[in-house]
Each structure stands twice: as C-alpha cells, then as structure tokens.
C-alpha cells in the first residue's frame, strides 16, 4: 500500500450506531488531519494531529471523537449520529519536517450515510 | 479572515480551448497557495502551488496567475482536454503550531466536452 489509505470506503450507519473510521499513511508523515466534505460547502478542517498530538479541534460535536495511536494511524469514531453528518470523510497527512513542503496528501475518503 | 472565495462553480469548456478558475482571500498570513483536483471517488491531489513571491507557475498546461496586492490567484487551464474533467479547489495555507492550516475554496466543476 502506498500514500493514504482510508476503510471502509462506504458506511452506512443509523443514528444509534457506533462505527469507526480508519486511516493511514505510508509516506513518513508527522501530521495527520480530518476534513469533511459536504457538497457545494468548502473543504471543513475537524482535527489535527501533530506528531500524535492533537493540535486543533474545530468546534467539531462530541459524537465525533478522534485517535491517533501512532504517527501512521488515525482513527474518527463515531456514535449517536445525525442525518446532516452525512457527508465525505477524508483524511490527509502532511510532514512538518521537510523545509518548504506544505502539500497535504489525501486518502479516497470514506462515504458516510447516516439514516 | 480565513474565507478564501472561489468562482465560478461549475464551468463547461470545448475541448481545446482555456479553462480559468478564480480565487480571492483577505488574510495576508497565507504563505502558501495550492491547487487540488479532485476526480469522482478520490480525494483530493495537489496539482500545483504558488508562493506569493512570484506572480506566476507554469507547470505543463496548468498557470498560475498570482496578485498579491489584489489578493487574488487564479488557475488558468490550457488546451483544455476531456481528461481534465474533475473538481477544482483553490487554498490558502499557513504553518499553524506545526501544521499546515489549509483553507479551502468551494471547488469549481470543470468539465470539458469534445
């Protein structure tokens, strides 16, 4: 596997359900991230990690909790959600060590419907 | 301030011709200025960047126009091709505590008809 991976590809969850979403990254980066997309709304940041720690949280929901184990995985778990969660759920890496390199690398994303 | 505002949203371009995309953000911290394509089913790559030192990149058919004292940037396509059908985000981005902070653009959906 090279560059970032995301499973499952497709999740279709109900409200009352509790689900996770994984990614990782095979490129050596120190830095992972959680976008969602929504159609016809920008890219919207959720979480950063930052060599395994977590450096922003954008006024995301508790019903999304994110994990980062090591520099190579991610995690975005996910209970009691809402139809307006349905969306795209991608994940980046990027490193922070390489001097002038800000390219984020993104993963096919996961498509979540919520019922 | 961190809104970066990008037109049109969708575009119909002959094959052949030039494709162009629009940006415009507010926060002059952004130091760095990348181009995503995105195509059904796959996240976003990055196709080119610019930093607001120079007022343009080439890089094969894709340019980058850059105006720093307008605060604007767009991305010109030429030889516009069916193959360049996708999505298109512009961003912004600056180094945030370590990290990239990227701001996007809603995405224009480009496609180019034979």
């Known amino acids: 596997e090279t560059g970032v991976t995301q499973t499952p590809r497709h999740l279709v969850m109900g409200m009352t359900n509790k689900k996770s979403l994984k990614c990782e990254q095979h490129?050596?980066?120190?830095?992972m991230y959680w976008y969602k997309q929504s159609a016809k709304k920008p890219l919207e940041l959720m979480f950063v990690y930052s060599l395994e720690e977590r450096v922003e949280n954008n006024s995301v929901p508790s019903r999304f909790s994110p994990e980062c184990p090591n520099s190579s995985h991610l995690f975005l778990h996910l209970h009691t959600l809402q139809p307006e969660d349905s969306a795209l759920y991608l994940c980046?890496?990027?490193?922070?060590?390489?001097?002038?390199?800000?390219?984020?690398?993104f993963g096919p994303g996961t498509r979540l419907t919520v019922l | 301030q961190q809104q970066v505002k990008q037109s049109p949203q969708s575009l119909i371009v002959q094959k052949g011709g030039i494709s162009i995309i629009n940006c415009a953000y507010e926060?002059?911290?952004?130091?760095?200025f990348p181009w995503y394509q995105q195509f059904p089913g796959k996240g976003p790559a990055l196709l080119i960047a610019i930093r607001p030192d120079v007022s343009e990149k080439k890089e094969g058919r894709f340019t980058i126009s850059f105006n720093k004292s307008a605060k604007q940037f767009s991305l010109h396509i030429m030889d516009s091709q069916p193959g360049d059908s996708a999505t298109y985000f512009c961003?912004?981005?600056?180094?945030?505590?370590?990290?990239?902070?990227?701001?996007f653009g809603t995405g224009t959906k480009l496609q180019v008809i034979p």
């Open positions: 980046a890496s990027s490193s922070t060590q390489i001097a002038g390199t800000n390219e984020q690398f």
């Open positions: 961003a912004a981005s600056m180094n945030s505590g370590g990290y990239q902070k990227v701001t």
């Open positions: 926060n002059t911290a952004f130091d760095y």
């Open positions: 490129l050596g980066h120190n830095a």
